[in-house]
């Protein structure tokens, strides 16, 4: 179908909302909380990982409460690519076995392999209006030797029925347009979304299945009494005998474990004004979407608008907001032919947080609180699991629901210094690129 093409707003000299907020359709309307509300489970957090676990939390019958600082999707969620990548960061299947043995790796790998399909089923089952592409993932290789690293990866997940392909240096020039990759791994169930519409979607069936969902409203103070949880936001008071953090980097502030825990990862992510049909005939022809593994990656999709939808991690190169504008251009030229100059029509802020082990996290915090930390910059998939995960995990209270065993979160030695890391290692990755 042909869509009526956006306006460009980003016009070069600012920064701007994400594409996504002009794009996605509006999620409910949804009140602040005022009073006191009784539940027995209360999250924090309206981004995949919070709305994920009301919804699944509400359809098995739960009472349960949400509250987001601003509006569903406002944190790393609605600032993201959208893309739907069912692949380890820094694993594969066999190393994640070595790491937590038979049992425990296997599971993991499963989840992370079948996210994908968990996704774009649940967004089926509930008709989810969000630009929803089931059309691949591909992470490209920029080496021969990472090429004959991903043939064994491929392998690797083929084994455990996963549709995982390698394809080769042609083969990845034909399908992304670009001539800087000899290779690549394919994940089939992979795709893209709109985050936005995807997290609002996920918020109204939230609502529909019961859950009370409640926006512009803070976590100021989260306590821990004799007879359960209570939290206070500016306008009312939430009990509840257990408590979901779903707040990402909001964690931090709720609950003092969890403290330390995660590194700032700032990215700026950028959209194009629509390609043209050249253009589109030229870069990713057959659909899907990348990121590759050098450090100062590159990532490219395209949505139903026609925008090409990439990213650059912040670092302390690029600064003030005509060179922002410069790099997102450069580096589109850099990769593909047919761009030499595109016009950046939005171009925004985002930051993910990363863990030290770059795999999903759930933390047992005790007294009846757990934390799911998994961003990573890589959790639309995985966190929409988790959630329906944590949901089953907490109707029954049986640990083999959890695909993640929960631990207690440790914190990051040296992290004010820590803190300034991603930044330092981008502005060094810059410098070779
Ligand atoms: C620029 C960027 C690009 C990315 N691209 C991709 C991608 O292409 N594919 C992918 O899989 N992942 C991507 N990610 C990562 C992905 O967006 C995250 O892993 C995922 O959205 C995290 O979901 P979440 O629910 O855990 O956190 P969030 O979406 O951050 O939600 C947390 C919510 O908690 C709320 N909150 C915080 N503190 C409080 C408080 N005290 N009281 C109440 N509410 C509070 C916040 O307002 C926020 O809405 C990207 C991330 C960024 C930043």
Redesign the pocket.
């Known amino acids: 179908m042909q869509r009526r093409p956006l306006l460009a707003v980003g016009r070069g000299n600012g920064v701007t909302q994400p594409l996504w907020t002009a794009t996605a359709a509006p999620g409910p309307a949804l009140s602040a909380l005022s009073g006191v509300v009784d539940t027995d489970i209360l999250i ?7 709305m994920a676990t009301a919804l699944h939390l509400g359809e098995r019958g739960l009472r349960v409460a949400l ?4 509006q ?14 069912p692949d380890y960061i820094r694993h594969s299947p066999e190393t994640a076995r070595a790491l937590f043995g038979a049992e425990a790796g296997e599971r993991l790998t499963g989840m992370i392999g079948g996210s994908g399909r968990h996704v774009f089923d649940l967004i089926d089952r509930l008709g989810i209006a969000c630009d929803a592409r089931r059309d691949g993932f591909y992470t490209p290789a920029h080496t021969e030797a990472l090429a004959d690293n991903q043939r064994e990866y491929a392998a690797q997940w083929r084994a455990r029925g996963h549709d995982v392909a390698f394809i080769d240096g042609d083969e990845a020039r034909r399908l992304f347009g670009a001539d800087r990759y000899c290779g690549a791994l394919r994940f089939a169930e992979g795709g893209s979304l709109n ?1 936005l519409a995807y997290v609002r979607g996920l918020a109204t069936a939230a609502e529909q299945a019961g859950a009370r969902l409640f926006a512009n ?3 100021r103070a989260l306590e821990r009494r004799s007879d359960g949880w209570t939290c206070r936001t500016p306008g009312g008071t939430i009990r509840a005998a257990r408590v979901v953090l ?5 964690n931090a ?2 609950h003092p474990a969890m403290r330390r825990t995660t590194l700032p990862l700032h ?1 700026f ?1 950028f959209a194009t004004a629509p390609l043209d049909p050249a253009q589109r005939e030229a870069i990713l022809p057959a659909g899907g979407g990348f990121t590759d593994k050098l450090p100062y990656l590159f ?1 490219a999709r395209i949505d139903g608008h026609g925008h090409l939808v990439s ?1 650059f991690p912040a670092s302390f190169m690029v600064s003030g907001n005509a060179r922002l504008y410069r790099e997102a251009r450069r580096r589109l030229a850099q990769h593909f032919a047919v761009l030499p100059a595109a016009e950046i029509a939005f171009l925004w802020r ?3 947080r990363v863990n030290t082990s770059f795999l999903p996290e759930i933390y047992d915090l005790g007294d009846g609180a757990i934390a ?1 930390q ?8 995985t ?1 929409s699991v988790l959630g329906a995960e944590v949901a089953a995990f907490l109707a029954t209270g049986d640990e083999a629901a959890l695909s993640v065993q929960p631990r207690s979160p440790a914190p990051i030695r040296f992290h004010a210094a820590a803190a300034l890391l991603p930044k330092l290692l981008m502005s060094i990755a810059y410098l070779s690129n």
């Open positions: 924090v957090g309206g981004g995949i990982a919070g509250v987001e600082a601003g569903p999707g406002d944190g790393a969620t609605g600032q993201s690519g959208g893309l739907v990548a985050p409203s803070p976590v779903a707040a990402n980097g909001g502030a709720l990215v992510q990532t990213a985002g930051l993910a799911i998994a961003c990573n910059g890589r959790g639309i998939a966190n």
